[in-house]
């Protein structure tokens, strides 16, 4: 998992998006909204399969001013956590 950033053990989300099988641009355009509701400082995890996530939720992340927090690889999807700003 070089160049990708893992998430610390213990991460707690407030709120869960349930991406799977979706493909982009859904699962980024999803989480946008999602994270609309939650408060500043809130963790929002983001569960996906598209590969292309792992690159288009951190540069999202970076450019709208909220943290990546890490990714988690699953059985078969990744766990994504973004902290709103």
Do not use: Q
Not at 9 to 29: F, Q, Y
Not at 36 to 50: Q, Y
């Amino acid at each position: 998992m070089s160049g990708y950033k893992t998430a610390p053990d213990g991460v707690t989300p407030n709120r869960t998006l349930d991406a799977k099988g979706l493909s982009c641009p859904m699962p980024l355009l999803r989480t946008k909204k999602e994270i609309d509701k939650l408060g500043s400082g809130e963790i929002l995890e983001v569960l996906g399969t598209d590969p292309g996530s792992r690159n288009d939720l951190p540069g999202w992340c970076e450019r709208a001013g909220h943290e990546f927090v890490g990714e988690k690889e699953d059985s078969g999807y990744f766990r994504f956590y973004i902290k709103k700003k």
